[in-house]
């Protein structure tokens, strides 16, 4: 899938309301690299918020779509 093909399918789950993690897209969309997508997409105007998620030890990225 192309970078830009994962950005239009990350946005549209973005503006779902739903909120997703790297697993998240990876598991849906293929994507090793959603910091970049949501940079991408920053870049764009989307204003996107970042919370710092920690479970098991480990810390990860959450991103919503602010409307």
Known sequence: ???????????????????ITPIDALR?????????RIWDLR????NIITNIITA????FAEYRLLK
Request: proline share 3%.
């Open 1 to 19: 899938m192309s970078t830009q093909a994962q950005q239009e399918k990350i946005l549209a789950h973005l503006e779902s309301g739903k909120p």
């Open 28 to 36: 849906e969309y293929g994507c090793f690299r959603l910091g970049a």
């Open 43 to 46: 870049r764009s105007g989307h």
């Open 56 to 59: 098991g030890g480990k810390h």
